[in-house]
């Protein structure tokens, strides 16, 4: 009879970071170990648990012995198993190796010859003989970077291990893993709990810890409650937590029974940016800062303690002592910044390596400053004011808040530049510029922001590449494909060539100091990115036929996609695109260079009907390109269909007469042309 089995790993503390990837790893294997062994039917039903000390997984329907099976041995080949009437060296030996006398062999087909077989039933193996083996392999696939090696035993594992639960319904079932016996027990939550939980059953296993040993087994459960707990305790503040998910996951690790605390600091802490003191008491602390309804801080936080107290104040004052000293910390340094101009720090950026074969921060500096005029001009932005605020850019790291805290470069700069007195649009740009930070994120905002956000990921791109650090497989230690992404965002939203971004950028360089192969090498790069960025929204083919234009201005790329997808949706469009394609590979045969088309040569009606066709059709196509009509200018290729096919019945384009041949290919090469203005529609379908 199928019955829930129950494993558990008891461990000391494991890491946070890590916690749920591993028990979801453990889980997971185990169930697909106890599949592959046949001892579930169907697929595997499991739940998985991961507290601090413990890593469990509970398996539905696991039974207790394997089905017997019916397993059929072959041999050789009824050919070479017997000669002059007695078996062979190769049939003694395979029924040796099968556990067989000859007698007990049989003759079957294998599909193609007649051989020697041995066909037998195996009884099923139970589950204590197959359990040691699952668990150990289900260790061993966890993804632990280091392991360690506890007491005087040779076992390894992310953390020491001190009990084992192997539960099969009621029954332990006996199996032996990293040195351990199994057994029924295991241990509550270390403070709270008292003593060994003799655990009943498998399936009461999360409730009995809950109940008797004050420890929320799941992972999933302990955040919700968590969660539930931080909205209502900072509802009845009229306020929200400033906490992402990865603190909220990071909390769930760290406990097995939370309690949510409310605790403060004092008010005048609040002078400090909000961005240090929520930084602090997440990055530090572990702490649920609150915001008012303005998105404000407040002089409140919350807290998730590990352990229930009927009277928490001593946790709500350690804790508030805690933070105190850290807050007293980053007061301090905002106020040290202050006694220099971010403009008085640029010669300390002389003393910042950037790179041993690209120089240090300040003259990287300088590289950035020529880039983001060039850049600002484009854009009909204010050059000095895109120069200012890129020369203050990198100013903040060098102040003592970022050196504390480098997750706030940009932000700190752009506190200390409203504090020196540069304009609010040098401020922002100081703190935008590095945006967008990753895939999702905002773009800067304003042409001046604009300027600095691509000067400097541009100089980074061509720098690193230019210096033979390109990325490789799954390497890509500067990040330079999300600097390529960055890029095209911001080129797509502004009418920018890319092109020649990228000579701007190789331009700023010393000569000689990047590969001369640079400025071409990072534009095909770039249209590689820019295909992979597209294919999140567009299909491949559609995306390919707009690239194959390699276009550099990217402002109407989308515009392009939106209008080869409505074309694609055309009945015509499926015979157009096969027209094009056997266009191309009939031009790719001409032998002399193409020109314009000579009427006087053209010869049969169809030729004559295709030319007049696409004479009509030419300036339609050449006034919709010219107002970003892109999707009329595709619509119209439908009306010369009837034309196209035609010419392709009738027309034999590599004619013997070597000027009507060259004709007709002028002829298809005009229509080409008119057919590829917005993309190259050959690719549609491939």
Not at 281 to 296: E, H, V
Not at 310 to 324: A, M, Q, Y
Request: aromatic share 6%.
């Amino acid at each position: 009879m199928t019955q829930t089995l129950l494993i558990e790993l008891l461990t000391e503390e494991l890491p946070p970071k890590a916690l749920n990837t591993l028990g979801n790893h453990f889980a997971a294997s185990v169930a697909e170990g106890l599949e592959k062994a046949q001892l579930i039917d169907g697929t595997p039903e499991f739940t998985a648990y991961a507290s601090p000390r413990r890593l469990a997984v509970q398996v539905k329907n696991v039974k207790p012995v394997q089905a017997d099976q019916q397993i059929v041995k072959k041999g050789p080949a009824v050919a070479s198993g017997m000669k002059d009437g007695q078996p062979t060296k190769a049939l003694e030996g395979f029924a040796r190796g099968a556990g067989a006398k000859i007698e007990d062999l049989k003759i079957i087909s294998d599909g193609k010859q007649d051989v020697y077989a041995y066909e037998f039933t195996q009884q099923g193996k139970g589950l204590s003989e197959l359990l040691e083996d699952i668990i150990n392999q289900a260790v061993k696939k966890l993804p632990i970077p280091k392991v360690m090696r506890w007491g005087s035993s040779t076992h390894t594992f992310v953390r020491p291990v001190h009990g084992l639960i192997a539960l099969h319904g009621s029954e332990v079932v006996p199996i032996n893993v990293l040195g351990l016996q199994s057994r029924n027990q295991t241990l509550g939550h270390r403070f709270l709990s008292d003593g060994l939980i003799a655990i009943q059953n498998a399936d009461s296993y999360a409730e009995q810890l809950k109940t008797e040993g004050k420890v929320i087994a799941s992972f999933d459960e302990r955040k919700a409650v968590i969660q539930a707990a931080l909205n209502q305790a900072a509802g009845r503040l009229n306020a929200t937590t400033a906490a992402d998910e990865a603190l909220l996951d990071e909390v769930a690790a760290l406990v097995e029974w939370p309690v949510v605390l409310e605790a403060g600091f004092e008010e005048h802490f609040l002078a400090v940016p909000q961005e240090c003191l929520i930084l602090t008491m997440q990055q530090n602390q572990k702490y649920f800062p609150l915001l008012d309804a303005s998105g404000k801080l407040i002089n409140r936080f919350l807290l998730v303690s590990n352990l229930q107290a009927e009277d928490p104040s001593h946790i709500i004052r350690g804790n508030e002592r805690v933070l105190r000293a850290r807050l007293a910390d980053a007061e301090f340094f905002y106020k040290q910044d202050q006694k220099a101009t971010l403009e008085s720090r640029l010669p300390k950026l002389s003393q910042v390596v950037y790179h041993n074969k690209l120089g240090n921060q300040a003259e990287r500096i300088e590289r950035l400053a020529a880039i983001s005029r060039h850049i600002a001009a484009a854009l009909g932005a204010d050059a000095g004011t895109a120069e200012r605020a890129t020369r203050l850019s990198k100013a903040d790291l060098v102040t003592e808040m970022v050196g504390e805290f480098p997750e706030l470069q940009g932000v700190m700069g752009k506190y200390y530049a409203r504090l020196d007195g540069e304009s609010e649009e040098i401020a922002n740009a100081i703190e935008q510029h590095y945006r967008p930070r990753f895939a999702g994120d905002a773009l800067p905002e304003g042409k001046v922001a604009t300027a600095a956000a691509l000067a400097d990921k541009l100089e980074t791109l061509v720098g690193i590449w230019g210096i033979g650090l390109i990325p490789t497989g799954d390497k890509d230690p500067y990040a330079l494909r999300r600097s390529a992404l960055g890029i095209l965002r911001m080129v797509m939203q502004n009418d920018l060539d890319v092109n020649e971004l990228v000579q701007t950028a190789f331009a700023a360089f010393p000569q000689g100091q990047l590969n001369e192969n640079t400025p071409s090498e990072v534009a095909e790069f770039m249209q590689a990115r820019l295909a992979v960025l597209l294919q999140n929204d567009y299909p491949q083919d559609i995306v390919a036929a707009v690239l194959a234009k390699k276009p550099s201005r990217l402002n109407d790329v989308e515009a392009k996609l939106k209008a080869v997808a409505a074309f694609k949706a055309l009945p015509e469009a499926a015979a157009l695109a096969a027209a094009n394609k056997r266009v191309q590979n009939l031009l790719k045969k001409a032998d002399a260079e193409l020109g314009a088309v000579n009427e006087s040569l053209l010869q049969q009606d169809e030729e004559k009907a295709l030319f007049a066709a696409a004479q009509a059709l030419q300036p339609k196509i050449a006034a919709a390109v010219a107002r970003s009509d892109f999707q009329t200018a595709l619509t119209e290729l439908a009306a010369v269909k009837p034309q196209v096919d035609a010419f392709f019945d009738k027309v034999m384009v590599m004619a013997d007469q070597p000027d009507v041949k060259q004709n007709r290919l002028n002829l298809l090469n005009q229509l080409a042309q008119q057919m590829n203005a917005v993309a190259d529609i050959a690719l549609l379908g491939e």
